[in-house]
């Protein structure tokens, strides 16, 4: 039986107010895990707790982490799925300093506070899983909907994942990242344009938008020790897009 249901573990997962990581935070809590949400909007509404924290901001990174530690007296996290992050789309040419930095910035440096404020103390502890999101947009250009800034972010988001891994790995600390194809959440603005939505799933061999539930379940898998052999690797999660 799946090690996600049966073992009370302790997770962190970042960007928890929507999407998917109130997806997984959500499939976590119900499967008895002790959860705790970090987001720069705290969702009164969680059966949890969730924090306030800017993944961007090292000293919030900071305080976040002192809250969580102070929620598990002092115990470290068994998992982390990093979920906060932004999207935006603009050509290269109209894509200047100010909005690389806002997104590269807060994607690629809110891994890197994030993981470290978890993987310094699962070290400590002797073990631990890291996940962070990446995107279908690390591996693929999108004539339809140019993404420079954010692509990139996700390119460094899988190379943080290998190095964490190799880091980390000798000390029972896994690093994965999952790559989501086009996942109907708030972050997701196609579906507002119909003609481009249609374009979208012909691009798409299950001819659908997964859900963030779908992206969920393979989070907490990779959190469990069900992927205790799993490192250093980035799982696809696009209805086969990737491969098309
Ligand atoms: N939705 C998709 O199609 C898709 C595809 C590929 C990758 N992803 C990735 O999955 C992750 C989750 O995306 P989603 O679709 O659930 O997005 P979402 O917009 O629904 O949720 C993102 C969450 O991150 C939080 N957040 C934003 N900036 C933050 C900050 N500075 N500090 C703390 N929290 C912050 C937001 O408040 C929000 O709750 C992101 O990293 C995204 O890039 C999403």
């Known amino acids: 039986m799946s090690d996600t249901s049966t073992t009370p573990r302790r997770l962190v997962v970042s960007g928890a107010g929507s999407g998917i990581g109130r997806a997984t935070a959500d499939l976590a809590h119900d499967a008895g895990w002790s959860v705790v949400g970090l987001d720069l909007r705290p969702d009164g509404d969680a059966r ?9 901001d090292e000293e919030s990174v900071r305080e976040a982490f002192a809250g969580v530690d102070r929620l598990w007296a002092g115990a470290a996290p068994d998992a982390l799925v990093h979920c906060a992050g932004v999207y935006r789309f603009a050509p290269a040419v109209a894509t200047g300093a100010a909005d690389w ?4 910035g807060l994607n690629a440096r809110g891994s890197l506070l994030v993981a470290a404020a978890a993987g310094r103390r699962m070290v400590a502890q002797g073990g ?7 995107s279908i947009a690390a591996a693929r250009g999108d004539a339809g909907e140019p993404s420079a800034a954010y692509s990139a972010s996700k390119g460094a988001v899988e190379a943080l994942t290998r190095q964490l891994a190799v880091e ?5 600390v896994r690093c994965n990242a999952v790559a ?17 939505f249609a374009q979208v799933l012909g691009r798409i061999p299950a001819r659908r938008l997964g859900t963030a539930a779908e992206v969920a379940r393979v989070c907490l898998f990779l959190s469990s020790a069900d992927a205790s052999y799993v490192n250093g690797v980035v799982v696809a999660v696009d209805g086969g897009q990737g491969a098309a």
């Open 180 to 196: 989501p194809g086009v996942i109907d959440t708030p972050m997701t603005t196609v579906s507002a344009d119909p003609g481009a």
């Open 101 to 104: 930095d806002a997104v590269v």
């Open 128 to 134: 631990g899983s890291v996940t962070l999101l990446s």
């Open 48 to 56: 949890y707790p969730v924090l306030a924290c800017d993944v961007g």
């Open 168 to 172: 980390w790995g000798p000390d029972g």
